[in-house]
């Protein structure tokens, strides 16, 4: 393939380039895309995860597990839209009902059948879900949470747990990255904070209870599978106790599984461990690739919305995106295969064996470092091999990676034919063997040529 002649070159006529280096010369489209993207987008880019040194990569085209880029190297791809294609790129009963409602309507500017059937499917596969409010993005649906949450309890206050993300609006802009004490970018008010409205907290009992004992408190929201979809795994047995704790204290308890939500299950985390939220903020798999989120969960609270206009406890809500037809489209195609469970056993199957062989080829390298992870998910912790306990939340959602070594990483995998999300990956039911295979031996080669430097 174009991926490994590139790499055999830069194996011997390119010995002492760097990873990063030899991958910039073998994609000069994509750079002259980033050159053109920054005449016109802040940092080239439309979504800061995709910044990259020297350049991002640009892609063409997707079907099933693999991408073109721009260069034209076929990808084994792990970002799979960011966590939303559990089916893979362009799964054909998705595409087909896009297409179809595509050629009925856009945007018919009325209720339509489609957002009535998804809602119904939301309610029937999500264990908290009672009634369903759609919104055009998972950051959306977080702010609608909170928002209804506050206005549920008659409480101000909001609590988060330190690492934990839930979308950009200013109420949970806070406490995504360390230090934990302010908040995670420039534009937000530091009042939030300093009033009280929101606390960041570690995910410790005894310092939640405390918190939630002064009857403050109107919401604890988190990511039941740990901050960063799993990366930082939360204590065993803490999501009972949290809600108990909650239940207690009359505060609401939030699950955000924008990325959870119907992939460590058909029901989300809720539905693999039991435990049943509040409210429920969805997005991704939700809508099958397309723009969408949704707050699912209890009628009382989510029936805010609904409340006749005049009474000062209703909570009104816009949105002209809201379960757009061509979302719903997606969205339905991509529940009804969820519902079988198949995707999920064909995807988890292959990320624990991939994380096994991801191991393996740490021990051969001689290089510290594991391959953990949980369902249809893997993550990369380099420079530690032992339990996640004894590391700080910062040092574990770093996967332990200076930010060149991440770099060198990134593109001796691209150099190899596979795209990695910053060091982690999810699988899909496109995914193969021979997938696995090869990125198994792209990542015993990228270990076999990262400089020493970078690991020590």
């Known amino acids: ?44 880019v439309t979504h800061d995860v995709r910044r990259d040194e020297p350049f991002p990569l640009a892609v063409t085209q997707a079907k099933g597990s693999r991408k073109q880029d721009l260069d034209g190297h076929e990808l084994v791809c792990f970002v799979m839209g960011h966590g939303a294609l559990l089916l893979g790129h362009s799964d054909p009963a998705v595409v087909e009902a896009v297409r179809r409602q595509a050629e009925r309507a856009f945007h018919p500017g009325a209720c339509h059948e489609l957002e009535v059937e998804w809602a119904e499917a939301v309610v029937d596969l999500v264990p908290s879900a009672e009634i369903v409010r759609f919104t055009s993005s998972g950051t959306e649906a977080s702010l609608l949470g909170l928002r209804l949450a506050r206005a549920a309890t008659g409480r101000e206050r909001i609590v988060k747990l330190e ?47 405390a918190a939630l004992e002064t009857g403050e408190v109107a919401a604890v929201i988190l990511e039941p599978s740990g901050a960063s979809w799993g990366t930082v795994p939360l204590p065993e047995g803490f999501l009972g106790e949290l809600r108990t704790l909650t239940a207690a204290t009359g505060s609401l308890l939030i699950f955000d599984e924008v990325i959870t939500g119907f992939r ?39 029936g805010l919305i609904g409340l006749e206009e005049g009474d000062a406890r209703r909570v009104p809500h816009h949105g002209t995106h809201n379960a757009h037809p061509l979302s719903a489209a997606a969205g339905l195609a991509t529940l009804a295969a969820v519902r079988t469970g198949e995707p999920h056993q064909h995807a988890d199957r292959l990320a624990a064996e991939l994380r096994v ?58 150099l ?37 430097d970078l690991l020590s």
């Open 1 to 44: 393939t174009t991926a490994d002649a590139g790499r055999a070159t830069g194996s011997t006529g390119q010995a002492a380039a760097s990873l990063t280096a030899r991958w910039a010369a073998e994609n000069p489209r994509s750079r002259a895309l980033a050159e053109r993207a920054r005449k016109v987008l802040p940092g080239g």
């Open 163 to 209: 690492g934990h993300f839930h979308g950009w609006h200013d109420q949970v802009s806070f406490g995504a990255d360390a230090p934990y004490d302010k908040p995670d970018t420039a534009g937000v008010p530091r009042a939030l904070m300093d009033a009280g409205s929101v606390a960041v907290l570690a995910p410790e009992i005894a310092g939640l209870r």
């Open 357 to 414: 062989q991801l191991d393996s080829a740490f021990e051969r390298a001689g290089i510290a470092g594991r391959a953990y992870g949980e369902c249809s998910t893997f993550h990369l912790l380099f420079n530690h091999s032992g339990s996640l306990e004894s590391l700080d939340t910062a040092t574990v959602k770093s996967g332990g990676m200076s930010r060149q070594l991440a770099a060198e990483l990134h593109h001796g995998m691209l």
């Open 264 to 302: 460590w299950s058909p029901g989300g985390v809720q539905g693999r461990v039991g435990v049943t939220p509040d409210l429920t903020i969805l997005g991704k798999i939700l809508a099958g690739g397309m723009p969408g989120g949704a707050v699912a969960g209890r009628a009382d609270v989510i």
């Open 416 to 452: 190899g034919g596979v795209q990695l999300f910053h060091g982690s990956g999810f699988l899909s039911s496109a995914h193969t063997e021979a997938d696995v295979e090869k990125t198994a031996e792209a990542f015993a080669t990228t270990l076999s040529e990262l400089s020493p």
